[in-house]
C-alpha cells in the first residue's frame, strides 16, 4: 500500500512557474497526470524510482521538470512557462515500473492538487 500526499497547485499568471510536490509512503516510480474540466485525465510526467529515467507528455517538455528526492521519497514538477492550457487538477501517482505509471494503469493516486493560469 502506498500513499501520496500532493502540494503545491495555486494561483499562477501566465507565463509564471508553480513546482508540485508528492510525499510517497514508499519508494517506487513516480508520476503526474491533470484533468482539465470537461476532459480526461491525461499524462504528463513521469520518473523511475531510481531518477535515471523520465519520461513526458509532448505539451509540456521543455517547460516542465520532474524530479525526486529519494530520501524524502518525495517527486517534484517544476512547471515552468505556464500557460492557460495548464489548468487543471493535477493527480500524482505510483507504481513498481515506470510503465505502470505512464500508463496510468496504478491503483496508487494522490488527491490532487488544482492549478489554475491565468491569461
Known amino acids: 500500500q502506498v500513499q501520496l500526499v500532493e502540494s503545491g497547485g495555486g494561483l499562477v499568471q501566465a507565463g509564471g512557474s508553480l513546482r508540485l510536490s508528492c510525499a510517497a509512503s514508499g519508494r517506487t516510480s513516480m508520476g503526474w497526470f491533470r484533468q482539465a474540466p470537461g476532459k480526461e485525465r491525461e499524462f504528463v510526467a513521469a520518473?523511475?524510482?531510481?531518477?535515471?529515467?523520465?519520461s513526458y507528455a509532448d505539451s509540456v517538455k521543455g517547460r516542465f521538470t520532474i524530479s525526486r528526492d529519494n530520501a524524502k521519497n518525495t517527486a517534484y514538477l517544476q512547471m515552468n512557462s505556464l500557460k492557460p492550457e495548464d489548468t487543471a487538477v493535477y493527480y500524482c501517482?505510483?507504481?513498481?515500473?515506470?510503465?505502470?505509471?505512464?500508463?496510468?494503469?496504478?491503483?496508487?493516486w494522490g488527491q490532487g492538487t488544482q492549478v489554475t493560469v491565468s491569461s
Open positions: 501517482t505510483a507504481g513498481d515500473m515506470l510503465r505502470t505509471v505512464v500508463r496510468g494503469t496504478s491503483v496508487y
Open positions: 520518473i523511475s524510482w531510481s531518477g535515471g529515467s523520465t
